[in-house]
C-alpha cells in the first residue's frame, strides 16, 4: 500500500457508450494505470434502465436527463472500481471538464471529444457519490462501514 492509506480512495469510472464504440476502452485504462490507480473491478455491461435512472438520479429533472438516459443505454459501457491515493479528484482531473471542448488537451475529454453529452468517460464527483454508483454495479465492494472495500 502506498504511504498513506488513510488517504486511499476507490472511485467509480465508467468508459460510455461513445468510447467504447470508437475502441477507447484501452486508452482510458493506460492513462489510470499508468497514473498509479489500480483498477480493482472491471465489467463491459449494457447498462439496465433502472441501473442509469440510479446512476444519474441527481440530474433527474434536468433539461438533459431524458436524453442523457437514453445515450447511456444505447450501447455497451466499460464500468470499473479504481483505487488509489485521493482517487476521486486524481481521475476527475485526468478525464477533464464535463463540456469536452473546454476540456484541457491531455485530459481524455479533451484529447478525445468535443461534445457534451457524448464526451468518453464519466468519473464520480466525491468519496460519497463513489459509494452510491459503485453500489449500483458491484455491490458488495463498498461495505457497510468507512473505507470498506479498500
Ligand atoms: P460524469 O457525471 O459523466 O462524470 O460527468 P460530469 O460530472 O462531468 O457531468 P455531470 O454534470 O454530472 O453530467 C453528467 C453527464 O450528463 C451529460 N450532460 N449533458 N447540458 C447538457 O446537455 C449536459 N450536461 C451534462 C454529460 O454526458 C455529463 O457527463
Ligand atoms: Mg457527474
Given at each position: 500500500?502506498?504511504?498513506n492509506?488513510s ?9 460510455k ?21 489500480e ?64 476540456a484541457?488537451?491531455?485530459t ?8 457534451v ?10 468519496p ?8 449500483i ?6 461495505g457497510?462501514k ?5
Amino acid at each position: 500500500m502506498s504511504e498513506n492509506s488513510s488517504e486511499q480512495e476507490l472511485t467509480f469510472v465508467m468508459v460510455k457508450p461513445d468510447g467504447v464504440r470508437r475502441g477507447l476502452t484501452g486508452e482510458v485504462i493506460l492513462r489510470l494505470e499508468r497514473k498509479g490507480l489500480e483498477i480493482v473491478r472491471m465489467e463491459k455491461i449494457l447498462m439496465k434502465p433502472e441501473q442509469a435512472a440510479t446512476l444519474y438520479s441527481p440530474h433527474f429533472g434536468k433539461p438533459f436527463y431524458e436524453s442523457l438516459v437514453g445515450f447511456i443505454t444505447s450501447g455497451p459501457v466499460v464500468v470499473m472500481g479504481v483505487k488509489g491515493r485521493k482517487a476521486v479528484s486524481v481521475v476527475r482531473k485526468l478525464i477533464g471538464s464535463t463540456d469536452a471542448a473546454e476540456a484541457q488537451p491531455g485530459t481524455v475529454r479533451g484529447d478525445f471529444s468535443t461534445a457534451v453529452q457524448e464526451n468518453v468517460v464519466h468519473a464520480s464527483s466525491s468519496p460519497e457519490d463513489a459509494r452510491r454508483e459503485l453500489s449500483i454495479f458491484f455491490p458488495g465492494l463498498v461495505g457497510e462501514k468507512e473505507g470498506g472495500g479498500l
